[in-house]
T-cell receptor, first 113, second 113 residues
Framework: DVKVTQSSRYLVKRTGEKVFLECVQDMDHENMFWYRQDPGLGLRLIYF???????EKGDIPEGYSVSREKKERFSLILESASTNQTSMYLC????????????FGPGTRLTVT | QKEVEQDPGPLSVPEGAIVSLNCTYS??????FMWYRQYSRKGPELLMY????GNKEDGRFTAQVDKSSKYISLFIRDSQPSDSATYLC?????????????FGTGTKLQVIP
């Protein structure tokens, strides 16, 4: 079974704090993704990475950055958290080629106060 | 207009009913079609995927793709309370390399015992 794990299930941070969300996958997938999920808006892609040290902006990269130093690990960084970044954050991974099916982690519910 | 449209529901059915969940799309380049199930406060889990047109069956679940109508469906037979979840459709093209996966916003299903 593919396993994608995320460092925290619930996180509460204050406005202006730097926030790190970590994701680890154990299937040797090339691609890794960060999404946020909000009611009525569905899943929106923040960033993805197709190889170590490689990254591409998704649909809503503003206010976020990412880091991928090892193939299995992909980090999302909120440089200065704001209340409009309160959301469910989902990490996913997939093979580079193939049908594109993505495997998701359990999610991190981030609240910024 | 969104590339993928999905009725948000909620859809309430009695236990044992046949459930039909649907998505329409506008991008004729989509070739791979997926359904995810997401329980409350959890990450989406891949339920089924199909390539191009046709049907695919897995236990009580049947995925159907009609590319001529740009319409995909997920049928659940003998629905159970444990099927209560949000169902997301997802799709992608097939022109080589990485192709972005586009998700629907999800349909919330409740199966009443």
């Amino acid at each position: 079974d593919v396993k994608v794990t995320q460092s925290s299930r619930y996180l509460v941070k204050r406005t202006g704090e730097k926030v790190f969300l970590e994701c680890v996958q154990d299937m040797d997938h090339e691609n890794m993704f960060w999404y946020r999920q909000d009611p009525g808006l569905g899943l929106r892609l923040i960033y993805f990475s197709y190889d170590v040290k490689m990254k591409e902006k998704g649909d809503i990269p503003e206010g976020y950055s990412v880091s991928r130093e090892k193939k299995e690990r992909f980090s999302l960084i909120l440089e200065s958290a704001s209340t409009n970044q309160t959301s469910m954050y989902l990490c996913a991974s997939s093979f580079w080629t193939g049908e594109g099916e993505q495997y998701f982690g359990p999610g991190t519910r981030l609240t910024v106060t | 207009q969104k590339e993928v449209e999905q009725d948000p529901g909620p859809l309430s059915v009695p236990e044992g009913a046949i459930v039909s969940l649907n998505c329409t799309y506008s991008n004729s380049a989509f070739q791979y079609f997926m359904w995810y199930r997401q329980y409350s406060r959890k990450g989406p889990e891949l339920l089924m995927y199909t390539y191009s047109s046709g049907n695919k069956e897995d236990g009580r679940f049947t995925a159907q793709v009609d590319k001529s109508s740009k319409y995909i469906s997920l049928f659940i037979r003998d629905s159970q309370p444990s099927d209560s979840a949000t169902y997301l459709c997802a799709m992608k093209g097939n022109s080589g390399g990485y192709q972005k996966v586009t998700f629907g916003t999800g349909t919330k299903l409740q199966v009443i015992p």
